[in-house]
C-alpha cells in the first residue's frame, strides 16, 4: 500500500511535511524509515534532521511523521 | 609572561581583538593541538594555525601527495609529488612560521598508536578522508577527553561540528550522528571537490579551533552543513543517541575505558 498521496485525493487522514524544501503529503501513521522508502532514499547513507532537531536513527523506527513536520535528509560526507 | 615586541607586531590583529587580547595570544603560544589528515582541510587548518601563533601542531597522514592533489592542498607543488603529506607540510610551514613547533607523524592513526598520539591535546581536527579513521578518531577524543573539531567536504557539500562530551554531552558524538554501519556515498575521490569548497570548510574549522583556544564562547552542540552550489548554511542541533555504540552507555555516568568498547568494534574504511 502506498503512503503518497496524490494533490487531487487527499482524505482527512493525509498529512503535509516538507522534505529538504519541498512539500509532501503523506497518510497518517507512517514512520521515517517509511517516509525515507517512499522517497527512495537508502537508510544508511543518510542521516535526518527533524523541526531543526538531529533525530538519532535508533529514534527512526519510532518515529512517525506528523502534519507539518519539517525534515531534512542529507548524505554522510566522509571526504577531507 | 608577556608578548615579546617581535610577536606584538606580528600577531597585532590579533592581540587587537577585544577577545584575544597578550592573554589570548599566550594560550594560542602554549596551545597542542593535533590534526588529523593534511589532504585539503588539513593544509589549511594547519597554515592558520602555524600562522597565528599555535604553539605546538602534530600533523598526522600516512598518505603521500600525488599530482590530483595540488588544486587543493596548496602548500605542494610538483616537485613534492611522491613525498609524505604530513612531513612536507612540516617543513614548508617550519620555514615560513619558524614560532610554531611542528611535527609530522607519518603512520596512519590506528589502534595501535592513537591513545599515545592524541592523548594530551589541548584540541584535535579531524580532517581526513576516510570514515574508520573518523570513527577511530571520534573513540579516542572521548577516551582522552579532547575536545573534536570534525568536518568533511565532498562535491558541494560541507559537514561541520563540534563534539565534545565534557561540556556538551547531550550533543552527543560523531557516531551518534554517523553510526558506524552507515554507508559512505560521498568522497572526494568518487564524486570530485573545488578547492574553495575546501577551504570554506577549513576556514571554519580552523576559526571554531582558535576560538575555542581562546575561550571565546563557542556554539556547542550545532551541525552546519554548508551547500556551495546555492551558497547556504543550514544549521541543526545535534542529539545524543543512548543507544549510540561509542557513547551510549555512558549518560551518567564519568568518563572510564572500560564502558568506551573497543575500537576493533569498529568499522574500517577504505581511501
Same mark, same amino acid.
Given at each position: 500500500?502506498?503512503?503518497?498521496?496524490?494533490?487531487?485525493?487527499?482524505?482527512?487522514?493525509?498529512?503535509?511535511?516538507?522534505?529538504?524544501?519541498?512539500?509532501?503529503?503523506?497518510?497518517?501513521?507512517?514512520?521515517?524509515?517509511?517516509?525515507? /522508502?517512499?522517497?527512495?532514499?537508502?537508510?544508511?547513507?543518510?542521516?535526518?534532521?527533524?523541526?531543526? /532537531?538531529?533525530?538519532?536513527?535508533?529514534?527512526?523506527?519510532?518515529?512517525?511523521?506528523?502534519?507539518?513536520? /519539517?525534515?531534512?535528509?542529507?548524505?554522510?560526507?566522509?571526504?577531507? | 609572561?608577556?608578548?615579546?615586541?617581535?610577536?606584538?607586531?606580528?600577531?597585532?590583529?590579533?592581540?587587537?581583538?577585544?577577545?584575544?587580547?597578550?592573554?589570548?595570544?599566550?594560550?594560542?603560544?602554549?596551545?597542542?593541538?593535533?590534526?588529523?589528515?593534511v589532504?585539503? !582541510?588539513?593544509?589549511?587548518?594547519a597554515?592558520?594555525?602555524a #600562522?597565528?601563533?599555535?604553539?605546538?601542531?602534530?600533523l598526522? *597522514?600516512?598518505?603521500?601527495i600525488?599530482?590530483?592533489?595540488?588544486?587543493? $592542498?596548496?602548500l605542494f607543488s *610538483?616537485k613534492d609529488?611522491?613525498e609524505y603529506k604530513s612531513a612536507t607540510a612540516v617543513l614548508k610551514l617550519s620555514n615560513a612560521y619558524p614560532?610554531c613547533?611542528l611535527q609530522a607523524?607519518t603512520?596512519?592513526?590506528?589502534?595501535?598508536?592513537?591513545?599515545?598520539?592524541?592523548?594530551?591535546?589541548?584540541?584535535?581536527?579531524?580532517?581526513?578522508?576516510?570514515?574508520?579513521?573518523?570513527?577511530?578518531?571520534?573513540?579516542?577524543?572521548?577516551?582522552?577527553? #579532547?575536545?573534536?573539531?570534525?568536518?568533511?567536504?565532498?562535491?558541494?557539500?560541507?559537514?561541520?561540528?563540534?563534539? *565534545?562530551?565534557?561540556? #556538551?554531552?547531550?550533543?552527543?558524538?560523531?557516531?551518534? !550522528?554517523?553510526?558506524?554501519?552507515?554507508?559512505?556515498?560521498?568522497?572526494? $575521490?568518487?564524486?570530485?571537490?573545488?578547492?574553495?569548497?575546501?577551504?570554506?570548510? #577549513?576556514?571554519?574549522?580552523?576559526?571554531?579551533?582558535?576560538?575555542?583556544? !581562546?575561550?571565546?564562547?563557542?556554539?556547542?552542540?550545532?551541525?552546519?552543513?554548508?551547500?556551495?552550489?546555492?551558497?547556504?548554511?543550514?544549521?541543526?542541533?545535534?542529539?545524543? *543517541?543512548?543507544?549510540?555504540?561509542?557513547?551510549?552507555?555512558?549518560?551518567?555516568?564519568?568518563?572510564?575505558?572500560?564502558?568506551?568498547?573497543?575500537?576493533?568494534?569498529?568499522?574500517?574504511?577504505?581511501?
Open positions: 500500500m502506498s503512503h503518497k498521496i496524490s494533490a487531487s485525493n487527499r482524505s482527512e487522514t493525509s498529512i503535509k511535511v516538507m522534505l529538504n524544501d519541498e512539500q509532501i503529503f503523506l497518510s497518517s501513521g507512517l514512520n521515517v524509515p517509511g517516509l525515507l /522508502q517512499l522517497q527512495n532514499i537508502a537508510a544508511s547513507s543518510v542521516a535526518l534532521v527533524r523541526n531543526g /532537531q538531529v533525530l538519532p536513527k535508533s529514534r527512526w523506527k519510532e518515529t512517525l511523521c506528523r502534519d507539518g513536520d /519539517q525534515f531534512e535528509v542529507f548524505a554522510l560526507v566522509a571526504g577531507g | 609572561m608577556s608578548v615579546s615586541n617581535a610577536d606584538f607586531l606580528r600577531y597585532s590583529r590579533q592581540i587587537l581583538l577585544p577577545d584575544v587580547g597578550e592573554t589570548g595570544q599566550f594560550d594560542l603560544f602554549q596551545a597542542h593541538v593535533a590534526i588529523v589528515g589532504g585539503g !582541510l588539513g593544509n589549511l587548518v597554515q592558520y594555525l #600562522a597565528a601563533g599555535v604553539g605546538k601542531l602534530t598526522i *597522514d600516512d598518505d603521500k600525488e599530482l590530483s592533489n595540488l588544486p587543493r $592542498q596548496l *610538483d609529488i611522491g614560532g613547533n607523524v603512520d596512519k592513526l590506528s589502534e595501535h598508536n592513537r591513545q599515545d598520539l592524541l592523548a594530551h591535546m589541548e584540541l584535535v581536527f579531524d580532517c581526513t578522508d576516510d570514515f574508520g579513521t573518523r570513527q577511530l578518531i571520534n573513540l579516542t577524543c572521548l577516551q582522552v577527553k #579532547a575536545p573534536l573539531i570534525t568536518a568533511a567536504v565532498a562535491n558541494f557539500s560541507g559537514q561541520i561540528f563540534m563534539v *565534545d562530551m565534557e561540556s #556538551a554531552p547531550d550533543s552527543g558524538c560523531y557516531a551518534c !550522528l554517523f553510526p558506524q554501519d552507515s554507508h559512505i556515498s560521498q568522497t572526494c $575521490q568518487s564524486v570530485g571537490v573545488l578547492g574553495p569548497m575546501v577551504g570554506v570548510m #577549513a576556514s571554519m574549522q580552523a576559526l571554531l579551533g582558535m576560538n575555542l583556544l !581562546l575561550g571565546i564562547p563557542v556554539p556547542t552542540g550545532k551541525l552546519l552543513r554548508f551547500d556551495g552550489r546555492a551558497m547556504q548554511w543550514r544549521e541543526a542541533s545535534l542529539s545524543r *543517541d543512548l543507544q549510540c555504540h561509542v557513547c551510549g552507555g555512558r549518560v551518567e555516568q564519568p568518563r572510564s575505558q572500560s564502558q568506551i568498547p573497543d575500537s576493533s568494534l569498529l568499522c574500517e574504511g577504505g581511501h
